[in-house]
């Protein structure tokens, strides 16, 4: 087992950098539409709070060039001011003299979060100087961010290695729980994949598939499988580079003897057409896009998640933030909700859909990681999460 933030003694007083995965998604107006990240933080930044250790938070927002206002974290502060019981403070950079001056004036238990780390380049390609940089302004680091322990950044890969660390509360949770999912007998393994990010996730997909005996796939990702079938996908969303690689999973889960199942039918728009009202089909023609998975298709998958022993969703169904498109994500999460399953539940969008459809209540374990659950319920560990201490008994 990891070393937890219960395992630090003596904290008062000292500076405490605690990366955070506070990636929300955001609205035109820059409100925060799901704050599930920051509410599932709150216990870690609280107990940090009350030992009076000082607490610099590290995070990213989306995938930014360089700095870019609309990915500020600035909403985000604003959200701890008004949630948290102790004094919060902004940096709008990370390193510097006004970052340093900051640190210096913050006081016992209170935090400071810093700006958008991905605002740097260095954060991503895990340079060293950056990382000593980081770690120079703190006395201990704490990764709680699960959904980028599956990468090997500056502020968790990087700065872990040259400081005392130790996971967060939300990171412990979710080694325990994913560690139930993957030594939970019961079979078959269900594992509903759909979501947009196909070109990260079909990498992890490949080794994944030796885990699970049933693969459900659908969602953006479904047009690049059914493409690589030879079937017509018209217009809809589609991504050339993972071809050859969703063509490999489904030979290997072939020869592997598991079940991989594509939509059989599907809701499409005529996009010539825009204001024509969306309709289903079984095979799609050149002027069409889908974007959900249609009926047949729902029921099919139910059937599957209904007689499963565990299951693993990431990645919503069609594009659910429409209403018109939300039926197909919302019957699944509905399906896993009354499945009698162990069921994890992962990635920002699905958790969102979750939400949306008012189950969370009913699933196994939401975890926080999209990429990094599938990596950790394939491999047992994640690069990032490698590097921290383990307890001394
Ligand atoms: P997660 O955040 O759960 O890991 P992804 O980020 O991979 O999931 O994918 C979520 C996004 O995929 C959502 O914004 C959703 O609208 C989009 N999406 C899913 N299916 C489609 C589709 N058929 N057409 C367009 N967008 C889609
Ligand atoms: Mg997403």
Redesign the pocket.
Same mark, same amino acid.
Request: glycine share 36%; aromatic share 14%; proline share 3%.
């Given at each position: 087992m990891k070393r937890t933030i219960k395992d630090l003694k003596a904290l008062r007083g000292k500076v405490v950098l605690l990366r955070v995965d506070f990636n929300v998604p955001l609205d035109e107006n820059e409100n925060i539409t799901d704050a599930t990240r920051i509410i599932n933080e709150i216990p870690t930044i609280n107990y940090l709070s009350e030992q009076g250790a000082k607490i610099v938070i590290i995070s990213h927002l989306g995938r930014p060039e360089g700095f870019e206002l609309r990915k500020s974290l600035w909403p985000v502060a604003l959200y701890l001011m008004k949630n948290l019981k102790c004094n919060v403070s902004f940096c709008n950079t990370v390193l510097g003299d006004e970052a340093v001056e900051r640190i210096k004036a913050l006081r016992e238990g209170n935090v400071l979060l810093l700006e958008n780390i991905r605002f740097y380049k260095e954060e991503t390609q895990c340079d060293k100087k950056f990382s000593k940089k980081l770690a120079s302004m703190a006395d201990i680091f704490v990764d709680d961010a699960f959904g980028v322990a599956h990468r090997e950044n500056a502020s968790n890969y990087g700065v872990a290695r040259l400081l005392p660390n130790a996971v967060g509360f939300l990171v412990e949770q979710e080694i325990e729980n994913l560690t139930k999912i993957i030594e939970e007998p019961k079979q078959p393994f269900v594992a509903l994949i *759909?979501? !947009? $990010?196909v070109k990260s $996730?079909v990498k992890i997909l490949e080794r994944f598939i030796e885990k699970a005996d049933v693969i459900l796939i659908g *969602? !953006?990702m479904a /047009?690049t499988f059914l493409r690589a079938k030879g079937e017509n996908i018209g217009t809809?969303?589609y991504y050339p580079e993972s071809e050859r690689d969703a063509k490999l999973i489904m030979e290997k889960a072939e020869m592997a003897g598991k079940k991989l199942l594509l939509p059989v039918d599907h809701l499409v728009v005529r996009d010539s057409d825009k204001k024509q009202k969306p309709f289903i089909v079984e095979s799609m023609k050149g002027d069409m896009a +889908?974007?959900?998975i249609g009926p047949k298709t729902m029921k099919l998958y139910a059937k599957e998640l209904k007689n499963a022993g565990k299951i693993f969703w990431? +990645?919503?169904? %069609?594009?659910?933030?429409k209403e018109e /498109?939300s039926q197909g994500t919302i019957a699944m999460a509905q399906a896993i909700a009354s499945s009698k399953a162990f069921s994890v539940v *992962?990635? %920002?969008?699905?958790?969102s859909a979750v939400n949306k459809a008012g189950v969370a209540g009913r699933i196994g374990f939401i975890s926080t990681g999209?990429?990094a659950t599938l990596e950790y319920i394939e491999k047992g560990s994640l690069p990032a999460l490698d590097i921290i201490q383990e307890r001394v008994k």
């Open positions: *759909g979501g !947009a $990010k $996730k *969602g !953006a /047009y809809s969303i +889908g974007f959900d990431n +990645g919503p169904m %069609g594009l659910f933030e /498109y *992962g990635g %920002g969008d699905t958790v999209g990429g």
